[in-house]
């Protein structure tokens, strides 16, 4: 970080909500959020550069000095987890904010700027600004604020402009927080008798069920074919792969907002598979056109579709 620079930012740093704490901490449920929400760059990166995901199309380089003024590995590391962090909160919340925070000399004349997540408990929209609750507890102690962010320094990402609801979510969440055969002490399996084999096959089934719209195939999957394992992937990404173009052109639009007024254009772009090229990997390997271990390979990012 460089802390030469004065900051426009106005969120605070708050722990999350404990409103949200009680979910996705089943053994299911944290695995599945985990594999939903995972870090963009290193999942989607092209081997062996997983370090050069995000990266700067622009004919000049003020658009890359602004957004990294504040920290130079901005870009390598800190916008995949930030994204990770928006994701988080639409699955929780069904929308997430970025703010919008500049950095400023002594004399007040703006270097650079770049995008933060927050926490927060509940807000509402005015006019000029939006105005974020929170409740914080530290050693005990219990403190209660707001903060004021202009509108215009916000981005917003809703789930429902992509088709998703939060509801759809926690139904998921519900439904694999009473799938754990772990719940069930070793004293009660012996004495109900169960088949413990069994029973995972049908937790397997249940699982594969609660996922159905977004198929997770989890970590141990042995009952269904491996065609139809891939097919479940390959959705699997196409789901993220539209939000983390959904996520990037919301960013990169606020950026062009920005260029306006700084002087400057460009965006932030990255390389991997689209949407598209996964359709037609799945098209083709029904069609025995690709071997299954290469649609793995392309679906992973271990190797480059062509």
Same mark, same amino acid.
């Given at each position: 970080m460089n802390n030469k620079y004065q900051s426009?930012?106005?969120s605070k740093f708050i722990y999350g909500s404990k409103k949200y704490s009680k979910y996705w901490n089943s053994f299911n449920g944290s695995m599945f959020l985990r594999d939903f929400n995972t870090n963009m760059a290193i999942e989607f990166a092209y081997k062996p550069s997983r370090g050069e995901f995000f990266t700067i199309e622009s004919s000049y380089d003020t658009l890359k000095e602004m957004i990294t003024v504040n920290d130079y590995s901005y870009l390598e590391y800190e916008l995949s987890s930030i994204i990770s962090r928006v994701i988080y909160n639409m699955i929780l919340r069904g929308k997430a904010f970025l703010e919008v925070v500049y950095y400023m000399d002594d004399e007040g004349c703006t270097k650079g700027f770049d995008f933060q997540t927050f926490n927060y408990k509940k807000y509402i929209k005015f006019r000029k600004n939006t105005r974020f609750y929170y409740k914080n507890r530290i050693n005990e102690e219990c403190i209660k604020g707001h903060f004021d962010i202009p509108n215009n320094n916000l981005i917003i990402f809703k789930l429902s402009d992509l088709g998703l609801h939060k509801k759809e979510f926690y139904s998921i969440e519900k439904r694999l927080r009473n799938i754990d055969i772990t719940k069930i002490p070793l004293s009660k399996i012996n004495e109900l008798n169960i088949n413990v084999s069994e029973y995972e096959k049908e937790e397997e089934l249940e699982i594969l069920?609660?996922?159905?719209?977004? *198929?997770?195939?989890?970590?141990?999957?042995?009952?269904?074919?491996? *065609?139809?394992?891939i097919y479940r992937l390959a959705k699997f990404k196409k789901i993220k792969l539209n939000l983390l173009e959904y996520i990037i052109k919301q960013i990169n639009d606020k950026i062009s907002e920005i260029g306006i007024k700084y002087n400057f254009e460009g965006k932030i772009t990255y390389k991997t598979l689209s949407i598209k090229e996964v359709e037609e990997i799945v098209r083709k390997m029904g069609e025995g056109d690709i071997l299954i271990k290469d649609v793995i390979d392309y679906l992973f990012c271990n190797?480059?579709?062509k």
């Open positions: 426009t930012r106005m069920s609660a996922t159905k719209n977004i *198929p997770w195939n989890t970590r141990s999957n042995n009952i269904i074919t491996e *065609p139809y394992s190797k480059i579709y």
